[in-house]
């Protein structure tokens, strides 16, 4: 089963897969996934752990290959390319815990250069967080970290937004609080893509519901309050 919008409705594409499989040695993580993303819409990719969710966000994000297919991200075949448009937060924060949050995306921010980025302020004020908050992130809570690695990823002012599991390890308040501000960031050309157990949570902000099982499609439908 592919994942594509009717032949009929042509909208500005963000991505598209095309019968992509990824092997890692004999097990296939992927298989003939065939995905198109719209500009401007948020898309939750539901499975079980082992599902492929993951793997196809980085595979999104250029950093995966895939083993046979292709991919293409605002329009072209090397994602890499698409580099500084694409923000990617992974399961792993990775952020420094012995710097505070603002030393943490100053560090980030020097990745970029020769592109305009937010301010390290700016991009803590955007998640909600206290930019002059003199504490290290070893000392910030789940839900505080998450929003600072969200902040890491809003730096470069990404068109695609790329998130795997941000609810995860998160009280229900502070998941909440993620998914308010994940809506009000989809708005205009700007595409979510991301992964949950939680599927709950993400049906307010949910356009689109992508299920995948065995690496493989398995349902693609509107999403919405009741999915």
Known sequence: MSAKLPEADHPTLCARVDEVSKLFGSFAALRQVSVELEAGRCYVVLGENGAGKSTLLRVLAGLLRPSFGTVRVFGSFEPQEARARIGYMS???????????????????GLYPGHACLSPSDALR??????????????????????????????????????????????????????????GFRHGSRTIVLTTHQRELAAPIADCVLTLRAGRVA?????GPSL
Do not use: C, K, W
């Open 219 to 223: 349902s693609f439908e509107p999403g």
């Open 91 to 109: 399961h792993a924060p990775m952020l420094y815990d012995e710097l505070t949050a603002r030393e943490n995306l100053r560090y980030f921010a």
């Open 126 to 183: 955007q998640v909600g967080l206290d930019p002059e908050l003199d504490r290290t992130l070893g000392q910030y809570s789940q839900g505080m970290r998450q929003r600072t690695s969200l902040a890491r990823v809003l730096l470069p002012v990404p068109e695609l937004l790329l998130l795997d599991e941000p609810f995860s390890n998160m009280d229900i308040e502070s998941a909440r609080q993620m998914v308010a501000l994940l809506a």
